[in-house]
């Protein structure tokens, strides 16, 4: 059965505190791992596309990163505003997403 | 506005009666999804339509969900004789082609359906 599992489900941060949420995939025929956030009554917003292992995107204080069978994203000296909902996918034409992992960063 | 519009923003509806669910995509967006999602769940599948092909609805729950996409635009999400599981709140996302080529989908910010 197509699975993604996110961790930690929370996650609390202080301002500057660098951490790391995990993304296990079991996902057959996958075509990319991809990551989104979402803010409290807002649809996801895409992040990242990860199409093979060892591929690495960033975006400011975001960086993503693929294995054969996890994907990571690591967040550096992070700020409250970057507080969200932060949900992975993978798959082919239909995407299977995971659960999330909440982060809040407090000043 | 540019962006995917969902309507109605919110709907309370009685167990047993059926709603609609209205999915505007960004223009000239081929690929058209609809999700579910429940309170501190994930992203659901129902849903999906790609141009003039078949959709995809493996994901639609029961014979209750079905969905149509007119002319290739606008999409409508209809649950029929809605039960309290139901309650959630439906995602609807378009994107220029299916999710597999870039993985970039643009949700709308959801119908929240509460069903009593």
């Known amino acids: 059965e197509d699975q993604v599992t996110q961790s930690p489900e929370a996650l609390r941060l202080q301002e500057g505190e660098s951490s790391s949420l995990n993304c296990s995939y079991t996902?057959?025929?996958?075509?990319?791992l991809f990551w989104y956030r979402q803010d409290p009554g807002k649809g996801p917003e895409f992040l990242f596309t990860l199409y093979s292992a060892g591929e690495e995107k960033e975006k400011e204080r975001l960086k993503a990163t693929l294995t054969k069978k996890e994907s990571f994203l690591h967040i550096t000296a992070p700020k409250p505003e970057d507080s969200a909902t932060y949900l992975c996918a993978g798959g082919y034409n239909k995407l299977i997403f995971g659960a999330g992992t909440r982060l809040a960063v407090h000043p | 506005g540019a962006g995917v519009s969902q309507s109605p923003s919110n709907k309370v509806t009685e167990k047993g009666k059926d709603v609609e669910l209205r999915c505007d995509p960004i223009?000239?967006?081929?690929?058209l999804y609809w999700y579910r999602q429940s309170l501190g769940q994930g992203l659901e599948f129902l849903i999906y339509f790609q141009g003039n092909s078949a959709p995809d609805k493996s994901g639609l729950p029961s014979d209750r969900f079905s969905a149509e996409r007119t002319g290739g635009s606008v999409s409508t999400l209809t649950i029929q004789r809605t039960q309290q599981e139901d309650s959630a709140v439906y995602l609807c996302?378009?994107?220029?082609?299916?999710?597999?080529?870039?993985?970039?989908?643009?949700f709308g910010e959801g119908s929240r359906l509460t069903v009593l």
């Open positions: 996902v057959s025929g996958l075509r990319g």
């Open positions: 223009s000239g967006h081929t690929a």
């Open positions: 996302a378009s994107s220029p082609r299916l999710a597999g080529n870039t993985g970039e989908l643009f």
